[in-house]
T-cell receptor, first 112, second 116 residues
Framework: EDQVTQSPEALRLQEGESSSLNCSYT??????LFWYRQDPGKGPEFLFT???AGEEKEKERLKATLTKKESFLHITAPKPEDSATYLC?????????????FGAGTRLAVHP | GAGVSQSPSNKVTEKGKDVELRCDPI?????LYWYRQSLGQGLEFLIY??????PDKSGLPSDRFSAERTGGSVSTLTIQRTQQEDSAVYLC?????WGTGANVLTFGAGSRLTVL
């Protein structure tokens, strides 16, 4: 069964304290791995897509990496405005359909 | 439109009543998704429309749930005989469905449903 697991469930950081979020997955026929950011009361907002092991993408203080079994979202010197829930999703093909399967997310709180 | 629009933003209903949630996707996006997000949980896939193909309904939790997409644009998610466990935020998303960024989803702000 296709599955996405994110850890930790919640993470509290001090401003400037770098860390990483993990997304592990089991899926047949991976077509892509996506990272989204979700602020309270809003829909998720797209951050990155990764397609193959070894690929990396960066945006400001965020860097996403991908292996054959997991992805990491590295946050360097975070600021309070980086506080949000970070969602990982994998795109798989099942029954002829594209499916985007989401993990439960990591709630990040960055304190000044 | 510039983004994905959902209405209503909030809906409070009584157990047993029917509700309709509307999604207006980005113009030109051929793919449309419905997800459900319960408090503190991840996104649960409900249904996926791609162009004129038959929709993937594999995520609908029961036959009380149905969705349609008219003219390849606006979609309506209908929940019949609502139950308290249906309370959640219902998120709609659309994507280009082809070419670069084909599967990058743009989400609406969601419709929060509360069943009393």
């Amino acid at each position: 069964e296709d599955q996405v697991t994110q850890s930790p469930e919640a993470l509290r950081l001090q401003e400037g304290e770098s860390s990483s979020l993990n997304c592990s997955y089991t899926v047949s026929g991976l077509r892509g791995l996506f990272w989204y950011r979700q602020d309270p009361g809003k829909g998720p907002e797209f951050l990155f897509t990764l397609y193959s092991a070894g690929e990396e993408k960066e945006k400001e203080r965020l860097k996403a990496t991908l292996t054959k079994k997991e992805s990491f979202l590295h946050i360097t010197a975070p600021k309070p405005e980086d506080s949000a829930t970070y969602l990982c999703a994998v795109q798989a093909v099942s029954g002829g359909y594209n499916k985007l399967i989401f993990g439960a997310g990591t709630r990040l709180a960055v304190h000044p | 439109g510039a983004g994905v629009s959902q209405s209503p933003s909030n809906k409070v209903t009584e157990k047993g009543k029917d509700v309709e949630l509307r999604c207006d996707p980005i113009s030109g996006h051929t793919a449309l998704y419905w997800y459900r997000q319960s408090l503190g949980q991840g996104l649960e896939f409900l249904i996926y429309f791609q162009g004129n193909s038959a929709p993937d309904k594999s995520g609908l939790p029961s036959d009380r749930f149905s969705a349609e997409r008219t003219g390849g644009s606006v979609s309506t998610l209908t929940i019949q005989r609502t139950q308290q466990e249906d309370s959640a935020v219902y998120l709609c998303a659309s994507s280009r469905g082809w070419g670069t960024g084909a599967n990058v989803l743009t989400f609406g702000a969601g419709s929060r449903l509360t069943v009393l």
